[in-house]
T-cell receptor, first 115, second 113 residues
Framework: DTAVSQTPKYLVTQMGNDKSIKCEQNLGHDTMYWYKQDSKKFLKIMFSYNNKELIINETVPNRFSPKSPDKAHLNLHINSLELGDSAVYFC??????????????FGEGSRLTVL | GDSVTQMEGPVTLSEEAFLTINCTYTATGYPSLFWYVQYPGEGLQLLLKATKADDKGSNKGFEATYRKETTSFHLEKGSVQVSDSAVYFCALRPSGRDDKIIFGKGTRLHILP
């Protein structure tokens, strides 16, 4: 009955590989997000989707490509992984207008380690 | 640009001690302010919020007051428990913006029994 679930929870891979992280929410929310938490614990928004449409794309390399097949899913695909991509990636969701309350619901995070 | 600064951790306290985690912000206008908490092995969850000056947010014994004059939103609790051990994030939503929330670096709190 997890509200926002991400898979995998841990991912270790070599530089240059391509990998994906999946996210699903069962809250019926309209908006989903990807945040990146770096080694200094900074949380930065990467993307947000509302009803499968991209609404925020922060300054993120185009090696990162989000895909939202439906409003309950937002996957993150990363091409040509680099050492600097090592981080914890959090998926989150909110109700339409959820930004106005700040009520973000987060997944547990996916820890990506690039060797 | 808009930003949030919170005290560096880790903060270590004994059970029943008084807790303050400082948070100050830089933003134009009147941002909304939040505290999120991340318990071990879990995602972040909203702890409390305040949307205008002098508002006090409260939840689970935690409180924070939106101080416009000092641009602060310090988190306090009168008597902490071991179960409060977690990472706490201060955050803001810029005034007039519906598309982003900016987070502080997080403060790790350890409570000793």
């Amino acid at each position: 009955d997890t509200a926002v679930s991400q898979t995998p929870k841990y991912l270790v891979t070599q530089m240059g590989n391509d990998k994906s992280i999946k996210c699903e929410q069962n809250l019926g929310h309209d908006t989903m997000y990807w945040y990146k938490q770096d080694s200094k614990k900074f949380l930065k928004i990467m993307f947000s989707y509302n009803n499968k449409e991209l609404i925020i794309n922060e300054t993120v390399p185009n090696r990162f490509s989000p895909k939202s097949p439906d409003k309950a899913h937002l996957n993150l695909h990363i091409n040509s992984l680099e050492l600097g991509d090592s981080a914890v990636y959090f998926c989150a969701s909110s109700q339409a207008g959820g930004w106005n309350t700040g009520e973000l619901f987060f997944g547990e995070g996916s820890r990506l380690t690039v060797l | 640009g808009d930003s949030v600064t919170q005290m560096e951790g880790p903060v270590t306290l004994s059970e029943e001690a008084f807790l303050t985690i400082n948070c100050t912000y830089t933003a134009t206008g009147y941002p909304s302010l939040f505290w999120y908490v991340q318990y071990p092995g879990e995602g972040l969850q909203l702890l409390l919020k305040a949307t205008k000056a002098d508002d006090k947010g409260s939840n689970k014994g935690f409180e924070a007051t939106y101080r416009k004059e000092t641009t602060s939103f310090h988190l306090e609790k009168g008597s902490v428990q071991v179960s409060d051990s977690a990472v706490y994030f201060c955050a803001l939503r810029p005034s007039g913006r519906d598309d982003k929330i900016i987070f502080g670096k997080g403060t790790r709190l350890h409570i000793l029994p």
